[in-house]
């Protein structure tokens, strides 16, 4: 699996998008995009998927860039129940192998009021 | 509502006695797995099940056996406790491809003294 840079913490005020970068820059051309959240003490929550082009689900939009060497995750609107920690993870959706996902440092994002 | 479900939720252990964390999902997934998750450090994966009748070890399995009898439930036993595997222990599942992310349930957190 690719490796994934983030910023270690990123602050948002409520009610405000909420925009988490993550740089991927060694990814291979059958490798997805996936990022998840951590909210305090909670297990990890899928938020969103992509390969090539951006993506929008209900919780979140998906940009990835046309090199595809780095990606966003929009949270549109955040609200403080959105403070978390955000992992980017590069892989190839499992077949054959562990599964293993491999959960980074990741960027806590605090909404604040 | 559909998810994994993980029992109990909190757990003490005396060193040396034996558990069995329990694991139930209802969607239907072949493939479920165990992590632990120390304190400031990410998810490490226990043991794997790609199917009913099938595991295989994970980077971190000594201590922990694990049985799939069924597709709906993944139990992890503890079979000597240890202050070292005082933890959370998260149990998840996703489709055999896993496009669509795993699917975590809410941990167990098990103190052993």
């Known amino acids: 699996d690719a490796k994934t840079t983030q910023p270690p913490s990123m602050d948002c005020a409520e009610g405000r998008a909420a925009n988490l970068p993550c740089n991927h820059s060694t990814i291979s051309g059958n490798e997805y995009v996936y990022w998840y959240r951590q909210i305090h003490s909670q297990g990890p929550q899928y938020i969103i998927h992509g390969l090539k082009n951006n993506e929008t689900n209900e919780m979140a939009s998906l940009i990835i860039t046309e090199d595809r060497k780095s990606s966003t995750l929009i949270l549109p609107h955040a609200t403080l129940r959105d403070t978390a920690v955000y992992y980017c993870?590069?892989?190839?959706?499992?077949?054959?192998?562990?599964?293993?996902?491999?959960f980074g440092q990741g960027t806590t994002l605090q909404v604040k009021p | 509502n559909a998810g994994v479900t993980q029992t109990p939720k909190f757990q003490v252990l005396k060193t040396g006695q034996s558990m069995t964390l329990q694991c139930a999902q209802d969607?239907?997934?072949?493939?479920m797995s165990w992590y632990r998750q120390d304190p400031g450090m990410g998810l490490r994966l226990i043991h794997y099940s790609v199917g009913a009748g099938i595991t295989d070890q994970g980077e971190v399995p000594n201590g922990y056996n694990v049985s799939r009898s069924t597709t709906e439930d993944f139990p992890l036993r503890l079979l000597s406790a240890a202050p070292s595997q005082t933890s959370v222990y998260f149990c998840?599942?996703?489709?055999?491809?896993?496009?669509?992310?795993?699917?975590f349930g809410s941990g167990t957190r098990l103190t052993v003294v």
């Open positions: 969607m239907n997934h072949e493939y």
């Open positions: 998840a599942s996703s489709t055999t491809d896993s496009l669509y992310g795993y699917t």
């Open positions: 993870i590069v892989r190839v959706p499992r077949s054959g192998n562990t599964g293993k996902l491999i």
